[in-house]
Antibody, heavy 127, light 107 residues
C-alpha cells in the first residue's frame, strides 16, 4: 500500500533553515510528480511546491519562491523541501502528497489531483 | 495566478440535509477541479476529481458539477461522518491552488 512519511519538522528560529523529507513506498516513486502542501494552525490548505516525476520541472507558490527548494532522489524514493530564511508565517503542518498522474499523464496534461497524503510534520518558526 | 474562492466559509446543517458548497475560479479552468474532505488532525482525502468524477470508494452521496469558473459539491443526505472541512482545488501544469475551505458544522 502507498505510504508517505514526512520527517524533519521542529522548532526553528526566524531566518534559519530546515530540510523536510518525505519517504515514499508502495508505488513506483520515479514515475509520479510530488507536492508539498502546508496548513498553518487553524487555517486552510496552501499548496507550496511541486516537482515532476523526473525532477526536471519545479514550481512554487509565490509565498515561498526564492526561499524554498523542492527536490527528489528517485534512487532513495525520497522527496525533500529545503526551507531557508524561515519566517513566523511559515509555521504550519507540512504534508507531502502524491500526484495522481504518472509520467505519461504529466507529459500530455501536466499535474493532476492528489491521491495520497502523508501524515504531516509540524514546523514552528519562533524565537 | 488563478484564485479559487469557496462559499460559504461555514455551513451549519443537520443530519439528513442536502447541502451544496460552491467554488469559483478567477478564470476558466475547464473541469480541472478536485474536492477534498479534511477532518481535524488528519490529512485531506479526495472525494471528486475532474469536477464531477467520484473517487473510487467514496460514498455516492457526494457529487460534483460545474465547468469553467463555477463548481459545486453536493452532499445529498448528510451523515454524522460528513461533518468536516471541504476544499476545492484547481490543478494544472504549474500548481495546485486550493480554495479557502468550507467548514460543515452540525446545527
Amino acid at each position: 500500500q502507498v505510504q508517505l512519511v514526512e520527517s524533519g519538522g521542529g522548532v526553528v528560529q526566524p531566518g534559519r533553515s530546515l530540510r523536510l523529507s518525505c519517504a515514499a513506498s508502495g508505488f513506483t516513486f520515479s514515475t509520479y510528480g510530488m507536492h508539498w502542501v502546508r496548513q498553518a494552525p487553524g487555517k486552510g490548505l496552501e499548496w507550496v511546491a511541486v516537482v515532476s516525476y523526473d525532477g526536471g520541472n519545479k514550481y512554487y507558490a509565490d509565498s515561498v519562491k526564492g526561499r524554498f527548494t523542492i527536490s527528489r532522489d528517485n534512487s532513495k524514493n525520497t522527496l525533500y523541501l529545503q526551507m531557508n530564511s524561515l519566517r513566523a508565517e511559515d509555521t504550519a503542518v507540512y504534508y507531502c502528497a502524491k500526484d495522481k498522474g504518472d509520467e505519461y499523464y504529466y507529459d500530455s496534461s501536466g499535474f493532476y489531483y492528489f491521491d495520497y497524503w502523508g501524515q504531516g510534520t509540524l514546523v514552528t518558526v519562533s524565537s | 495566478d488563478i484564485q479559487m474562492t469557496q462559499s460559504p466559509s461555514t455551513l451549519s446543517a443537520s443530519v439528513g440535509d442536502r447541502v451544496t458548497i460552491t467554488c469559483r475560479a478567477s478564470q476558466s479552468i475547464s473541469t480541472w477541479l478536485a474536492w477534498y474532505q479534511q477532518k481535524p488532525g488528519k490529512a485531506p482525502k479526495v472525494l471528486i476529481y475532474d469536477a464531477s468524477s467520484l473517487k473510487s470508494g467514496v460514498s455516492s452521496r457526494f457529487s460534483g458539477s460545474g465547468s469553467g469558473t463555477e463548481f459545486t459539491l453536493t452532499i445529498s443526505s448528510l451523515q454524522p461522518d460528513d461533518f468536516a472541512t471541504y476544499y476545492c482545488q484547481h490543478y494544472d501544469s504549474y500548481s495546485g491552488t486550493f480554495g479557502q475551505g468550507t467548514k460543515l458544522e452540525i446545527k
